[in-house]
């Protein structure tokens, strides 16, 4: 069964050329209307990676598919394990919660707090049982499920798969793009050490795992021992947005154009390091 177009969009190409998948699952902005918040709407509107999918937008025109949450991540996060569940929005006992620190800073997988600096509550109300399960059953599965189907299949027809992971993080300062491999454990050095090149080589300040590691997707998916490689890009919003109008800005061609070339590169890159299983 295809999710509804609400949930996710699966951007295919009319023929995949390489290895190679994308996914952006923190850029959507449809908010679900039994989501019954208690903050101001702001408040929400700021947890989005603005625009990520349409920076990465080119992918199925070149060749590779893209992945895209049409929900925001404050309703439920898919880049948070589906067991990190916060004790202190819980109205009824849940089976098998196992919160970790994400939970506790109010921001697992159902986001409780509004900021850490001024932490201040989006709901004025316990959720029940069956509302927290039916947004897992609802959004989340079906996100992870469709993720790992594109994999499959990739690796299915080229011999290796490789995941980019597009996020964008808040900030003015500091470096442009983030990396995350988890410390190696998410893909194949070789591919961080690529994208990190050609970051570079575009003028871009890359940083690697800090302070962003990469979370559940590029920890679930990532195997590189069997052929799966999956890497975390993080873009500063103040290269290409207003983050309180939440407008483009005049940085946004520019930076779309170059992530259209980092597409490029990486499926030249991908292509020439993935078994060729038409040869077998």
């Not at 490689?229 to 407008?247: A, K, P």
Request: charged share 20%; with cysteine; proline share 8%.
């Amino acid at each position: 069964m295809i999710p509804p177009q609400d949930i996710l969009i699966c951007h295919n190409p009319k023929a995949q050329v390489a290895p190679l998948v994308l996914d952006s699952p923190h850029s959507g902005t449809v908010y679900p209307a039994d989501f019954g918040y208690a903050c101001p709407f702001s408040w929400l509107r700021e947890t989005e990676d603005g625009f990520i999918d349409e920076l990465f937008g080119a992918a199925p025109a070149h060749g590779v598919p893209l992945l895209t949450a049409q929900f925001p991540r404050c309703y439920i996060d898919v880049n948070r394990a589906v067991d990190d569940i916060d004790p202190l929005l819980l109205g009824e006992p849940w089976q098998g919660s196992n919160p970790t620190a994400r939970s506790a800073m109010g921001v697992g997988l159902i986001r409780r707090l509004h900021k850490q600096a001024s932490p201040q509550p989006l709901y004025d109300r316990l959720l029940t049982r069956d509302e927290i399960q039916r947004r897992i059953d609802g959004y989340y599965t079906p996100y992870h499920l469709t993720l790992e189907e594109l994999l499959m299949r990739t690796y299915a027809d080229f011999g290796a798969a490789y995941h980019l992971n597009c996020h964008s993080m808040p900030g003015s300062a500091g470096p442009d793009m983030v990396l995350g491999d988890r410390d190696g454990t998410t893909c194949t050095p070789a591919l961080t050490r690529f994208v990190a090149q050609q970051l570079k080589g575009m003028g871009y300040r890359v940083a690697i795992n800090r302070p962003y590691k990469g979370v559940e997707l590029v920890r679930r998916f990532g195997r590189p021992a069997a052929g799966w490689h999956s890497l975390q890009i993080e873009l500063r919003r103040g290269l290409y947005m207003n983050e309180v109008t939440r407008e483009k800005g005049n940085g946004f061609s520019r930076l779309q154009a170059n992530m259209t070339r980092l597409i490029d590169d990486l499926v030249d890159f991908t292509r020439k390091n993935s078994i060729d299983l038409a040869a077998d």
